[in-house]
């Protein structure tokens, strides 16, 4: 997994003062007799800076999109992986922890005993919408069979994929490319792309490859997005000024997505997600036995 700032470095705007990839002088005329650099040659030199850097600025801002988006697909199915997987020991553990709460009010009759006893009680009380909370994993009435096999060690169905497959990354990043919103000059164009990235994004989440590439023929069956026009020097820079605004909110959101609690969960191993969720499980099934032993102890 590659964090959305670690991928915006790649593209940066061509160079000021450059024609072909050569620098040109700034003098009259060119070296070794060449012919000379026109009034007019001049005076369009910088609109056609200015159009090279609003390119390289809308494909490193779709990079960006890119980036963001598949990182945020990957924080939300592994947070639904994680509700899945670790919902119903966290649940056990609170139960748990309400009963030696309990337990050891009985046992001692101390206020502060029996006001500890109360707020642990209060934080296993059904919720309205538990169900949704634990993604069918528990409701009122306790925890499903699917969780309870899962904190016996017994074989249950396996969640969804952490992540869509690299073919299906493949694709969404091709599509996204090919017909993002920020490359088209006119409003129908736009509202027909904005409609098409909707479709992707949604087959993107869930990891859906078949229908990605149903949606990469069917783009390349459509209308071919017409050739740009020459852009007014004021256009252009309110365009710059677009793409750094919206860079800046997408960089609010990636911040945001690498901040959360799932998020820092999935940096700790990105290749392998899988295998910290098992980890964090064995170590709350130890603390379910413990928590079990010290219950028992207490009930004599």
């Known amino acids: 997994m590659t964090t959305p700032e670690a991928e915006q470095s790649q593209a940066e705007p061509a160079g000021a003062g450059t024609r072909g990839g050569a620098e040109v002088p700034a003098g009259g005329a060119e070296q070794g007799g060449e012919a000379q650099v026109t009034?007019?040659?001049?005076?369009?030199?910088?609109?056609?800076?200015?159009?090279?850097?609003?390119r390289a600025a809308e494909q490193a801002l779709i990079e960006y999109e890119i980036a963001v988006e598949t990182f945020r697909v990957e924080v939300e199915n592994f947070s639904r992986l994680h509700h899945q997987k670790l919902g119903p020991m966290y649940a056990r553990l609170d139960e748990l922890d309400a009963r030696i709460a309990e337990a050891t009010a009985a046992r001692t009759g101390d206020p502060e005993d029996i006001r500890k006893a109360d707020e642990a009680r209060a934080r296993v009380l059904p919720m309205p919408g538990v169900e949704e909370l634990f993604h069918g994993w528990m409701d009122g009435e306790g925890l499903f069979p699917e969780a309870a096999a899962m904190l016996t060690d017994q074989s249950v169905q396996p969640p969804q994929r952490v992540?869509?497959?690299d073919e299906a990354r493949k694709l969404y990043r091709e599509l996204a490319r090919k017909a993002h919103p920020d490359l088209a000059q006119e409003d129908a164009e736009r509202s027909r792309r904005e409609e098409f990235i909707t479709?992707?994004?949604?087959?993107?989440a869930r990891g859906d490859e078949a229908l990605l590439r149903e949606l990469a023929e069917e783009w390349a069956a459509g209308p071919a997005p017409k050739e740009q026009g020459p852009t007014p020097a004021e256009e252009l820079y309110a365009r710059l000024e677009w793409l750094a605004q919206r860079k800046e909110m997408l960089a609010l959101v990636a911040k945001e997505l690498e901040e959360s609690a799932i998020g820092a969960m999935l940096r700790l191993a990105p290749d392998d997600p899988d295998r910290l969720l098992d980890e964090i499980a064995d170590q709350l099934l130890a603390q379910v036995s413990a928590r079990e032993a010290e219950l028992t102890a207490l009930l004599g």
């Open 199 to 204: 479709r992707v994004n949604a087959a993107y």
């Open 39 to 54: 009034a007019e040659d001049r005076a369009e030199r910088p609109e056609a800076r200015l159009e090279r850097a609003v």
């Open 163 to 165: 992540r869509p497959s």
